[in-house]
């Protein structure tokens, strides 16, 4: 090699050398200018009129290999809210697989002969927190051509989970409302119904004209106010597993012919049993005495022959419904099921517990997180933004992480996200789960940069003083800083 080529190569070597010196550089300048400004950000929150007694978890990370991670008190165990879905889903789709689907199986005592069961007709229980009376309806009236009559009962095999339907952790103002529907073996149309009330001037009584299904067990006393004019609903409905008896209180926007408020259902399998008998009888099936018998123990369960079987969505399906819309019923269903499979048990510890494990298995330090539920609706749960964010980074290196990220929901597009983040920098590059109740608001998820770096994030806020879109609004300056 001549001495000319030789001085070429070693000027070569040195240019590639400065130039990889100056990337590095420039990064670690870039990445602690937008350190800055993220630090900036939280502390204009921490330090707001609102903040006063209240507390900020935030934790940010850059997957990409790039020198960005900022915490501030990144370990501190905070109120989460609904982001625990993520935790009970991501675990899921790992125990059960993305194309796990809940069966819920329908058999028969005696004979069927010309359209008639002379027999009882028996519906067990798997479950499935998705399953609709239609479906149900259709599976049965289509495995006996010309249904028309059953003579026995209408048996409701509850023993998968017997009594144990809801988390003991969650509080009172909850259990009677729609997103406070426990999970029972036989969980039909989201355990949910509708109470339309006729509302008067501020400060009046609200009447109730209408329930819908019209259970006849179901009683609903209303002690519910008229508010302000412009006020929402601010109503609650408060029951008790397994109470027949709701009340429902708080206040309604006046002057209205006919509010509608969602209710749970508090005796799932019971209630599971009975509309399918009134819509088997509506359709002109004759049912001795339209009898339901609920079963929570398998060994008094009579000896049957199978019928047919009603097959939910894929638990991928399943998990998208339950990030986008935060579906707390989905969230415990899942978990519950998880529960089964690993341990045998529903006891409410157990479930929790290994929940918790399967964490740890994941690669997430648990200590100082704790957990009432798999859906974040207990207040008594706890956890700080790096338990979140280390979760989240090691979902990425998980086969189930592209059907995991699909379920989540995006900025100012979809979901529980879909208004946050709507007019600024950060619309359409956050992907992840928002949770909120009394004094908490969170969010967790990935942020796709403009330069095309991705970061994982955690931000949990509570005890504030103001409203929750107060902070929700204050939170969106810090997703544009992290979307830049």
Not at 261 to 278: E, F, Q, R, S
Not at 419 to 434: D, M, Q, V
């Amino acid at each position: 090699m001549s001495i000319f080529r030789k001085l070429h190569l070693n000027t070569t070597i040195k240019v590639l050398f400065f130039y990889v010196i100056f990337l590095f550089f420039n990064n670690q300048v870039g990445a602690q200018s937008k350190i800055q400004q993220i630090k900036e950000a939280v502390n204009t929150i921490q330090d707001s009129e609102w903040m006063k007694g209240g507390s900020i978890s935030f934790h940010v990370k850059s997957l990409s290999g790039k020198p960005l991670e900022y915490g501030y008190n990144e370990e501190t165990s905070l109120t989460p809210a609904s982001i625990t879905k993520l935790f009970t889903t991501g675990i899921g789709l790992k125990k059960l697989g993305e194309g796990f689907k809940y069966e819920t199986r329908v058999s028969y005592t005696g004979q069927i002969y010309n359209g008639v069961l002379d027999g009882d007709l028996v519906i067990h229980g798997a479950g499935d927190p998705t399953l609709q009376l239609r479906s149900l309806d259709s599976a049965i009236v289509a495995s006996i051509p010309g249904l028309k009559e059953i003579k026995g009962k209408v048996i409701i095999d509850a023993s998968l989970y017997g009594q144990l339907t809801t988390p003991p952790k969650w509080v009172w103002e909850d259990l009677g409302n729609y997103y406070g529907a426990g999970v029972a073996s036989l969980n039909v149309n989201d355990n949910m119904y509708y109470l339309y009330l006729k509302t008067g001037s501020q400060s009046q009584v609200a009447s109730i004209i209408d329930i819908k299904p019209k259970a006849p067990y179901l009683k609903v006393k209303s002690e519910v106010l008229a508010g302000e004019k412009g006020t929402g609903d601010n109503s609650f409905i408060f029951s008790s597993p397994y109470s027949d008896s709701h009340i429902i209180r708080g206040t309604l926007p006046p002057n209205r012919s006919s509010f509608k408020v969602k209710g749970g259902i508090t005796n799932p399998d019971y209630h599971a049993g009975w509309i399918l008998a009134d819509t088997l009888a509506s359709q002109g099936v004759i049912i001795d005495n339209n009898e339901v018998k609920v079963v929570y123990d398998k060994n008094k369960l009579p000896i049957v022959k199978p019928l047919c079987s009603v097959f939910s969505h894929d638990l991928s399906w399943i998990i998208n419904k339950t990030n986008k819309k935060s579906i707390n019923l989905y969230a415990e269903a899942i978990i519950k099921t998880v529960s089964i499979n690993e341990t045998g048990s529903i006891l409410p510890e157990d479930i929790t517990s290994t929940l918790l494990s399967c964490i740890e298995e994941v690669g997430v330090d648990t200590q100082g997180l704790f957990l009432e539920d798999g859906s974040g609706l207990s207040p008594f749960g706890a956890f700080s933004a790096k338990h979140m964010t280390q979760y989240l980074e090691q979902m990425t290196k998980d086969a189930v992480y592209p059907s995991f990220f699909k379920s989540l929901a995006v900025t100012g597009t979809s979901g529980t996200l879909k208004y946050f983040c709507k007019y600024n920098n950060a619309k359409g590059k956050i992907t992840g789960k928002s949770g909120s109740m009394r004094r908490v608001r969170s969010y967790a998820g990935f942020v796709k940069t403009s330069n095309g770096e991705i970061l994982v994030f955690t931000v949990i806020v509570n005890n504030f003083s103001c409203k929750s879109k107060q902070v929700r609004k204050a939170l969106e300056p810090l997703m544009d800083i992290m979307a830049k």
